[in-house]
T-cell receptor, first 112, second 111 residues
C-alpha cells in the first residue's frame, strides 16, 4: 500500500494562477481532509470529506475548492493563487474505527 | 476555538533524559491524539486517549488527560536522537470529523 500520496511535492506559482494539488489514497478511507501548515499557526483544516460526493468546509476554506468524485481522490484547487496561500499543504485520510489520521508527505507551495 | 496549544514551543534535552510536553485546549472534547512530524515530512499518529481515560501507555510514551483542567501531557522516557521531531496534540470531536492541531513542540534530543 502506498498510503496517502500527494503531488506535486513542490510548486511555485505567480499571483492569479490556478492549480490543483492532488491527493490519492489506497487505504479505502471514507474520510479525507486538507490542512495547511504555517509557522507558528499549526495545522488548520481547509476542507474535508466524509465520503464520495460529500465535502464540507473547515476552518480556512476561502480561496480553495475541493471535490470528491471517487473514494480514492481528493484534489484541492486554488482558483486564483495569492501570496497568503504560500504554505505547506497536507492531505490526510482517516481510519474511522481507530480515529487515526494518515498523512501524505505534503506539498510545499510558494506564490510569488 | 478548540485548537490545542502545546507547551513548551521548543525543548532541548540529552539522549537518555525524559521529555514532557503539555497540551491545553479550550472546549469539551471526546478524543485527543498526539502526532509526531519529522522535518519535511507528514505527521505520524502516536497515541489516542479518549475523554473517559486518564492515562495511556505505548512503549516509551505515556499520555495523560485531565478533562477538568482541559489539558494533556506526553512523556517520552529514555529519549533517543531519533525522537527529534515536532510533536502535536489534536483534540477532536466524537466522530473524528474535525481535528484541532496546535503549533507543536519542537523536541531536539542531543546525542
Amino acid at each position: 500500500n502506498a498510503g496517502v500520496t500527494q503531488t506535486p511535492k513542490f510548486q511555485v506559482l505567480k499571483t492569479g494562477q490556478s492549480m490543483t494539488l492532488q491527493c490519492a489514497q489506497d487505504m479505502n478511507h471514507e474520510y479525507m481532509s486538507w490542512y495547511r501548515q504555517d509557522p507558528g499557526m499549526g495545522l488548520r483544516l481547509i476542507h474535508y470529506s466524509v465520503g464520495a460526493g460529500i465535502t464540507d468546509q473547515g476552518e480556512v476554506p476561502n480561496g480553495y475548492n475541493v471535490s470528491r468524485s471517487t473514494t480514492e481522490d481528493f484534489p484541492l484547487r486554488l482558483l486564483s493563487a495569492a501570496p497568503s496561500q504560500t504554505s505547506v499543504y497536507l492531505c490526510a485520510g482517516l481510519k474511522q474505527n481507530t480515529g487515526e489520521l494518515f498523512f501524505g508527505e505534503g506539498s510545499r507551495l510558494t506564490v510569488l | 476555538s478548540q485548537q490545542g496549544e502545546e507547551d513548551p514551543q521548543a525543548l532541548s534535552i540529552q539522549e537518555g533524559e525524559n521529555a514532557t510536553m503539555n497540551c491545553s485546549y479550550k472546549t469539551s472534547i471526546n478524543n485527543l491524539q498526539w502526532y509526531r512530524q519529522n522535518s519535511g515530512r507528514g505527521l505520524v499518529h502516536l497515541i489516542l486517549i479518549r475523554s473517559n481515560e486518564r492515562e495511556k501507555h505505548s512503549g516509551r510514551l505515556r499520555v495523560t488527560l485531565d478533562t477538568s483542567k482541559k489539558s494533556s501531557s506526553l512523556l517520552i522516557t529514555a529519549s533517543r536522537a531519533a525522537d527529534t521531531a515536532s510533536y502535536f496534540c489534536a483534540p477532536s470531536d466524537r466522530n473524528f470529523n474535525k481535528f484541532y492541531f496546535g503549533s507543536g513542540t519542537k523536541l531536539n534530543v542531543k546525542p
